[in-house]
């Protein structure tokens, strides 16, 4: 049972445009969603994160859109670089719960110069 | 840099044996969160541990256990290896066991079991 989903295996956008990264989620219980990049070799690394009362946050280049009622966020990454080439994992977790993150399967961008 | 370190990188064990893997946590974090990231999968929750004790588990059997110290090492211990256990084995740290404090992920260790 698959509580998120990142339905796009992979993505390929040009250097300088807007990348966005979708995820769907089935729980209705999770109230507090991050974002992990991950290059080979190393470890998940956090971007940004968003509660379940707020419908934007953003970072730089990074905004994170929640929609509730469709149980649905998405990452947007303007402008692309090169350098944002890498794993893309959306995670999932209730604050009344066991402080568990859930995992989509990740999304690979590639940013083509 | 989070400073979240494991060891060993690599580990070959076979069928039925028994491995230990550990993590090294950043300073003054009292929590400690093992995952599984299994081929083209996300990482999957095993346990989380807080101030040495577990605080949460995920879908695994009791083969899967670990270990929380003051020093603010862990480790996670498997025994009876199976073929399936192959995956790359990741720890996590974070300040407190809340659910909004970021976790910070070590490199992992990759395992194979043969």
Known sequence: ?113 | ETGVTQSPTHLIKTRGQQVTLRCSSQSGHNTVSWYQQALGQGPQFIFQYYREEENGRGNFPPRFSGLQFPNYSSELNVNALELDDSALYLCASSLDRAAVDTQYFGPGTRLTVL
């Not at chain 1, 966005?20 to 989620?25: A, Q």
């Not at chain 1, 009362?53 to 994170?64: A, H, L, P, Q, S």
């Not at chain 1, 929609?67 to 890498?86: C, E, F, M, R, T």
Request: net charge positive.
């Open chain 1, 1 to 113: 049972d698959q509580q998120v989903k990142q339905n796009s295996p992979s993505l390929s956008v040009q250097e300088g445009r807007i990348s966005i990264l979708n995820c769907d989620y089935t729980n209705s219980m999770f109230d507090y969603f991050l974002w992990y990049k991950k290059y080979p070799a190393e470890g998940p690394t956090f971007l940004i994160s968003i509660s379940s009362i707020k419908d934007k946050n953003e970072d730089g280049r990074f905004t994170v859109f929640l929609n509730k009622s469709a149980k649905h966020l998405s990452l947007h990454i303007v402008p692309s670089q090169p350098g944002d080439s890498a794993v893309y994992f959306c995670a999932a977790t209730s604050t009344s719960g066991t402080y568990k993150y859930i995992f989509g399967t990740g999304t690979r961008l590639k940013v083509l110069a």
